[in-house]
């Protein structure tokens, strides 16, 4: 499919040897999506259930960036160098093995139903406005391997080895669980509570402008 593709059904599954874009889809069922390259869309994506896609490999990205996005189900991801989502309200990660970058948006809360393996870094925004939205990322088999930035109300994150955290604004709590070591040198601030468990493992959140509240 060389131009932008536009779709309205129940289920949706394609096949494309080299990169494929969307326009705008529109589906009350399911999305499922094989590329030889890059996935994404210049339009709005509207998935009523769950979507699945399967990109070209570690070059290929998925961007799916439209803030108008609504993906109903969970949204599972595979063979992707860098990922950008957005979805209008609340989101759901399924099953992501990523080999670079994931970029989160949402209007919504941001929660899991699968392990989560991002080889870069992670950066998650659940905001709209001053209105802040929950983000759980707490199912087993988490591996984050480069910073962890997140923007929302509480945070709750598990992974099974080291944690490096990035820029963290909470406007309450946030809570990580850790395999191995939690390091971060970027500002951490968080109005409510923190818990750290990381084991027998060092904690070491360095910057200065760092502000732990407590509400």
């Known amino acids: 499919f060389v131009g932008p593709v536009s779709v309205v059904a129940r289920n949706l599954t394609i096949n494309d040897t080299t990169d494929i874009q969307f326009a705008d ?33 570690k070059t290929s990205s998925i961007t799916f960036d439209n803030v108008n996005n609504d993906f109903g189900g969970a949204v599972s991801l595979s063979e992707v160098g860098n990922v950008t989502l957005a979805d209008t309200n609340a989101l759901i990660l399924g099953q992501q093995t990523i080999a670079g970058d994931l970029a989160i948006t949402t209007r919504g809360a941001v ?15 659940a905001q709209n406005g001053t209105t802040n939205y929950d983000i759980a990322l707490d199912a087993s088999g988490h591996d984050f391997v480069g910073a962890v930035s997140l923007t929302g109300q509480s945070s709750i994150v598990r992974d099974e080895s080291a944690v490096n955290l990035g820029a963290v604004d909470l406007a309450q709590d946030l809570t990580l669980y850790a395999q191995g070591a939690v390091n971060g040198t970027a500002q951490i601030t968080v109005d409510g509570a923190t818990l750290i468990s990381a ?13 732990f509240g407590s509400q």
């Open 25 to 57: 889809i529109t589906l009350t069922g399911n999305l499922n999506v094989t590329s030889g390259g890059d996935i994404s869309a210049s339009g709005v994506v509207a998935v009523g259930g769950r979507t699945e896609l399967v990109a070209g490999g």
């Open 199 to 211: 084991g027998d493992n060092v904690v070491s959140l360095t910057n200065a402008t760092n502000d």
């Open 111 to 125: 929660s899991d139903s699968a392990a989560i393996s991002v080889a870069g870094t992670t950066q998650i925004t």
